[in-house]
């Protein structure tokens, strides 16, 4: 494996009861890159990133993270070795402020995420890392918001702190862009690039719009195949593509949901 490659994957396949969803896809993403995986509804995009983080084990193929193979490893190994998926650690308790759920992320690279037991001053020292984290993402006036109060668009830029607590070399977003309006969708585009600074970012994203901005490299699944792969201006113009997205080779690929 060359060393640029921080994540590949080699004939990774999983098929369910004689269903082939993931058919010997060859993975290259580059370390320090945004790495868009798209592809028509059920096109095995979500299949693939369940395989990566050990949500489902594969039927064939290897993973391979920083030139060690992990096809083996559990969920919770891969996520300690830096390989973090953002549902993983999400605002999961919706009913502690936004400053609270950062700051249990924030121990569970200490070993101790459910120590809720401890003394508030103990906890208290994770305050200004996570109020930095907050800041990052454009939360620090909701530090003492009750997370179920939160807009949409925030409880998502609230998931990418949590996930940024974590310390990811490898951050694997799922639909980033998911049911937001324009407004939100810009704000999150801009909060991904900032957090892909001195990260590598592989990401399932509907909105082209959202690839076409972000995205130094694109596989295209269709049929659990990689279909093409290259920037968005030679993906956008595939024939193959096209067809995929539209059902005809004259079709072009917008930038749209």
């Given at each position: 494996m060359s060393q640029e490659f921080v994540l590949e994957?080699?004939?990774?396949?999983?098929?369910?009861r004689g269903f082939t969803a993931?058919?010997?896809?060859?993975?290259?993403?580059?370390?320090?890159?945004?790495?868009?995986?798209?592809?028509?509804?059920?096109?095995?995009?979500?299949?693939?990133?369940n395989l990566l983080t050990k949500y489902?084990?594969?039927?064939?193929?290897?993973?391979?993270?920083?030139?060690?193979s992990i096809t083996k490893l559990k969920s919770n190994?891969?996520?300690?070795?830096?390989?973090?998926?953002?549902?993983?650690?999400?605002?999961?308790?919706?009913?502690?402020?936004?400053?609270?759920?950062?700051?249990?992320?924030?121990?569970?690279?200490?070993?101790?995420?459910?120590?809720?037991w401890k003394h508030e001053r103990v906890l208290d020292k994770l305050n200004d890392r996570a109020m930095e984290l907050l800041e990052s993402v454009g939360l620090e006036e909701y530090s003492n918001t009750i997370t179920v109060e939160l807009p949409y668009g925030r409880k998502r830029a609230l998931e990418l702190a949590t996930t940024l607590a974590m310390e990811p070399t490898v951050?694997?977003?799922?639909?980033?862009?998911?049911?937001?309006?324009?407004?939100d969708v810009d704000k999150v585009v801009e909060l991904i690039?900032?957090?892909?600074?001195g990260r590598t970012i592989l990401m399932v994203e509907h909105n082209l719009g959202v690839v076409s901005k972000l995205c130094d490299k694109i596989t295209v699944l269709a049929r659990g195949a990689v279909l093409a792969e290259g920037d968005y201006a030679n993906v956008s113009q595939n024939p193959k593509v096209r067809e995929a997205y539209m059902g005809s080779e004259d079709a072009e690929v917008k930038g749209a949901h």
């Open positions: 994957t080699r004939g990774l396949t999983k098929e369910f993931v058919d010997s896809v060859d993975l290259q993403v580059e370390k320090g890159t945004i790495h868009a995986l798209i592809g028509p509804n059920g096109a095995g995009k979500t299949t693939v990133f489902l084990p594969p039927t064939r193929g290897e993973i391979l993270y920083q030139g060690e190994q891969i996520a300690r070795k830096g390989l973090v998926r953002s549902f993983q650690i999400s605002a999961v308790f919706p009913h502690m402020t936004v400053l609270e759920n950062v700051r249990v992320a924030l121990q569970r690279p200490m070993g101790n995420s459910f120590h809720f951050m694997l977003l799922d639909e980033p862009t998911q049911g937001m309006g324009h407004e690039r900032q957090a892909a600074v």
